[in-house]
C-alpha cells in the first residue's frame, strides 16, 4: 500500500473526469455513487498505507515516493547546490493523521450531500468541484516538498472559490450582505494575498538552502547557524501569513464567515475538516523551521490567541445557524496556532482531529436543520425542533459538548492539552484569553442548540408541521461522526487521568515526524513533567469554565426578554461586537477606497493623457493630410500653375539677394 500513496490523491480525478464528462447523462444517484465511491476507495488506501507504516521501526517510519522530476533549475546561489524540484509523495506520522482525517470525514460529507443536494441543480458540477477539492487536499497532506504542496494548496483555493460560488445564480442576500458569487471571489482574493506572501517564503527557503524538500529542510535547519535567526524569523513570518489566509486568522479571516453562502455539505467539508486546517498542519510541518525562529512563534501563539477570543465573541451574537459555526471554527483554528504558537505541534494536531470530527458534525446537523425547515437560516426563526428531529438533535448535543469541553467527549481532551500547554509553556496572557475563548465557545453554543432545539418554535408554525427527519443518507453520517466525537478523545489521553500510565497514543505517533523535523516537544514535554495537584487545577478550571458558560446561557436564555435587556445594557461594547468590530468596514477605508481611488486615477490618466497623445498624433496627421490633399487636385494644370509660381519665387529671391 505505502507505494500506492500517489494513487491516493489520483483516484477522486477518475471522478472528476467520469462526472464531468458523463455526469448529465448519468441519474442523480450514479452521479453521487461514483464520488463517493473514489473517495471510500481513496480512504481503504489511506487505512492500508498508515497501517503498514505502523509496522516500520518507529524511527524508520516514513515513505517517500518520486514520480518523476518536475523543476530541475540547475545551481542556486548562495546555496551553490543543483536546485531540483520533484513530483514527491512522502507518507510519515503527521501527515497520516490529515490523510485520514480528510479521506474519513470526506466520504461521510461526499455520502451526506447525496441527499442534501438531491434536489439542486447541476448535481453532477457539485461533486465534480468536490471530488476535484479532495485529489487537492490529499496532494496537500502527502506533498513531500513545499512546491508540490503549494500546488495543493492553491488547487483548494481554486476548488473553494468554485465551490463557495456554486449558487452563482442567485441574487444577493440582504442578510448575508451578498451573493453566493460575490463570497466566492472574496475568499479566492483574500487567500491570493496569503499566498503571495506564502511564495515569497518558499522562494526565500529554496535561495537560501537550495532545496523545498521537507527532510532535506529540517537537516539544513538543524546545521543552521545563530546568523540565520533573522531570515528564519523573516521565512517564518511570510509562511504564517500564508496560514493566516488559508486558515482564516487575523487580519485575513473576513473570507470565512461569507462562505456560509455555499451549500451546507461544503462548509463542512473546506471550512471543519479540510481546507481552512491546512495552515495548521504546514506550521506543523514546518515545526522545524518555527522552533529555530521564536520570534516568528510567538507571533503565531498571539495571533491565535487573539483569533480565538475575537471570534469567539461574535459567536456570542451571530443569529445565522452557519455563522454561528463558522465563527466557532476561525477560533478553534486560534486554538490550533495558539497551540503551535507555545511549541505544543501535538496538541495542535490532536485538536485538528477532534474539531474535525464535531465541527462537521455541527455543520452537517445544521444543514439537516435547514433541510428540514425549507432553507430558514436564521435561529430566532427555530425552537421546538427537538421532536421533529430526534436523530438530528441527539447527535447535535453530542457535537455540543465535544465543542463545549465536557468529559469525555473529544473535545474536552484536546482543548485541556492545549490549555495545560499553554500554561507550562510560560505563556499566562495566551492562556488567559483561551480560558476565556472557552468560556463563551460553551455559552454560544449552548446558546444555539437552545434557540434551534428547545424551548418554544418562534418560525413560521407550518414549517414546524412540515418539518420531518432527514433521510439515511444524511443521518447515517451524523451518526458515525457523533460516535467519533465520543471517542475520538481517547487517542491523547492527559498524563493526569492515566493513573500513572502513559496512554498518549497520538504524541507517541507523531514523535518521530517532530523529532526528525528537530522541533523536540518543547511545551508538551514541560506539561507530561508536571503531573501533580497543579495540573488538576487546570483541568478542574477548563471542565469549570465550560460548565460556568452552559448554565450561564441556560439560565439566560430559558428566561425570555433577559438577552435583549443585557444587550441593551452592554451598550457600546454590544454595538462593537454586533458589528463584528467594523473590519470589513475598515478594510473597506484604508484598502478598498484608495485602491479604487488609484484605480480611478490611473484610469484618468490613461484617458486624458495617454489615450490623448495617441489620439493627437492621429488628429494631427489627419488634419496634415487635409491640407496636403487640397493640392493633391490630380489636374495637369494646377501642377503646371504651381511650378511657374515656384519658379517665379525662386527667381524673384535671387534677383532680391
Known amino acids: 500500500m505505502l507505494r500506492l500513496i500517489w494513487l491516493i490523491p489520483l483516484i477522486p480525478l477518475v471522478g472528476v473526469a467520469v462526472n464531468g464528462l458523463f455526469g448529465r447523462k448519468f441519474s442523480r444517484v450514479a452521479s453521487g455513487t461514483i464520488a463517493a465511491s473514489t473517495i471510500l476507495v481513496s480512504f481503504l488506501l489511506s487505512v492500508g498505507a498508515v497501517l503498514q507504516l505502523a509496522k516500520l521501526p518507529e524511527e524508520a517510519r516514513r515513505f517517500a515516493v518520486t514520480l518523476g522530476s518536475w523543476m530541475p533549475l540547475g545551481v542556486v546561489e548562495p546555496a551553490g547546490r543543483a536546485f531540483e524540484v520533484g513530483w514527491e509523495f512522502a507518507l510519515d506520522p503527521l501527515s497520516a493523521v490529515l490523510l485520514l482525517v480528510v479521506t474519513g470525514v470526506g466520504f461521510l460529507i461526499h455520502l451526506y450531500s447525496v441527499g442534501y443536494m438531491e434536489h439542486e441543480a447541476d448535481y453532477a458540477r457539485f461533486f465534480v468541484y468536490l471530488n476535484l477539492f479532495m485529489s487537492m487536499m490529499c496532494t496537500l497532506v502527502l506533498a513531500d516538498n513545499l512546491l508540490v504542496l503549494f500546488v495543493g494548496w492553491e488547487g483548494v483555493g481554486l476548488c473553494s472559490y468554485l465551490l463557495i460560488g456554486f449558487f452563482y445564480d442567485r441574487p444577493f442576500d440582504e442578510r448575508s450582505g451578498m451573493s453566493c458569487a460575490d463570497a466566492g471571489r472574496k475568499a479566492f482574493i483574500v487567500n491570493r494575498i496569503g499566498d503571495f506572501a506564502f511564495l515569497l517564503g518558499m522562494l526565500w527557503l529554496a535561495v537560501e538552502f537550495g532545496t523545498l524538500n521537507f527532510h532535506e529542510l529540517s537537516s539544513a535547519l538543524a546545521h543552521a547557524g545563530p546568523g540565520a535567526e533573522a531570515f528564519l524569523t523573516g521565512v517564518g513570518l511570510l509562511l504564517f501569513i500564508g496560514a493566516c489566509g488559508k486558515s482564516a486568522q487575523i487580519p485575513l479571516y473576513v473570507w470565512l464567515p461569507d462562505a456560509m453562502a455555499g451549500p451546507t455539505p461544503v462548509s463542512a467539508l473546506i471550512h471543519a475538516a479540510t481546507m481552512v486546517t491546512a495552515g495548521v498542519y504546514m506550521v506543523c510541518r514546518m515545526s522545524a523551521l518555527y522552533s529555530a525562529a521564536p520570534e516568528a512563534l510567538a507571533v503565531v501563539a498571539a495571533i491565535g490567541a487573539l483569533t480565538a477570543f475575537m471570534a469567539a465573541t461574535m459567536g456570542v451574537l451571530a443569529t445565522d445557524i452557519k455563522k454561528v459555526l463558522a465563527y466557532s471554527t476561525v477560533s478553534q483554528l486560534g486554538f490550533m496556532f495558539a497551540a503551535a504558537g507555545v511549541g505544543a505541534y501535538t496538541a495542535a494536531m490532536f485538536h485538528l482531529v477532534t474539531h474535525a470530527f464535531f465541527k462537521a458534525l455541527l455543520f452537517l446537523g445544521a444543514g439537516s436543520v435547514i433541510h428540514a425547515l425549507h432553507g430558514t437560516q436564521d435561529i430566532r426563526e427555530m425552537g421546538g425542533l427537538r421532536a421533529k428531529l430526534p436523530v438530528t438533535h441527539a447527535t447535535f448535543v453530542i457535537a455540543w459538548l465535544a465543542i463545549a469541553g465536557i468529559f469525555p467527549f473529544a473535545g474536552f481532551f484536546s482543548k485541556d492539552e492545549i490549555l495545560a500547554d499553554a500554561w507550562h509553556a510560560g ?167 484608495p485602491f479604487y481611488a488609484i484605480s480611478r486615477a490611473f484610469a484618468a490618466l490613461d484617458r486624458w493623457v495617454i489615450d490623448g497623445l495617441v489620439n493627437a498624433a492621429g488628429i494631427t496627421t489627419e488634419l496634415t493630410g487635409q491640407v496636403i490633399k487640397l493640392f493633391q487636385t490630380g489636374l495637369v494644370r494646377n501642377y503646371a500653375l504651381m511650378f511657374l509660381m515656384g519658379v517665379v519665387a525662386v527667381l524673384w529671391y535671387l534677383a532680391t539677394v
Open 427 to 593: 505563556h499566562p496572557v495566551i492562556w488567559g484569553l483561551l480560558v476565556v475563548s472557552a468560556l463563551l465557545t460553551a455559552f454560544y453554543m449552548t446558546r444555539l442548540v437552545y434557540l434551534v432545539f428547545w424551548g418554544a418554535h418562534r418560525g413560521d408554525p407550518h414549517r414546524l408541521e412540515q418539518a420531518h427527519e432527514s433521510p439515511r443518507t444524511m443521518t447515517v453520517p451524523l451518526g458515525i461522526l457523533a460516535v467519533l466525537s465520543i471517542v475520538g478523545g481517547f487517542i491523547g489521553i492527559p498524563a493526569a487521568l492515566s493513573f500513572g500510565s502513559d496512554l498518549n497514543f497520538l504524541r507517541h505517533w507523531l514523535a518521530p515526524a517532530l523529532t526528525m523535523a528537530g522541533a523536540g516537544h518543547g511545551a508538551e514535554s514541560a506539561a507530561a513533567a508536571h503531573i501533580g495537584a497543579g495540573e488538576y487545577l487546570l483541568i478542574a478550571a477548563a471542565l469549570g469554565v465550560a460548565a460556568f458558560g452552559i448554565l450561564l446561557a441556560m439560565t439566560i436564555y430559558r428566561r425570555p426578554g433577559t438577552a435583549d435587556r443585557l444587550s441593551r445594557a452592554a451598550g457600546p461594547v454590544y454595538t462593537l461586537v454586533r458589528n463584528l468590530y467594523w473590519v470589513d468596514e475598515l478594510y473597506e477605508l484604508i484598502v478598498l477606497r
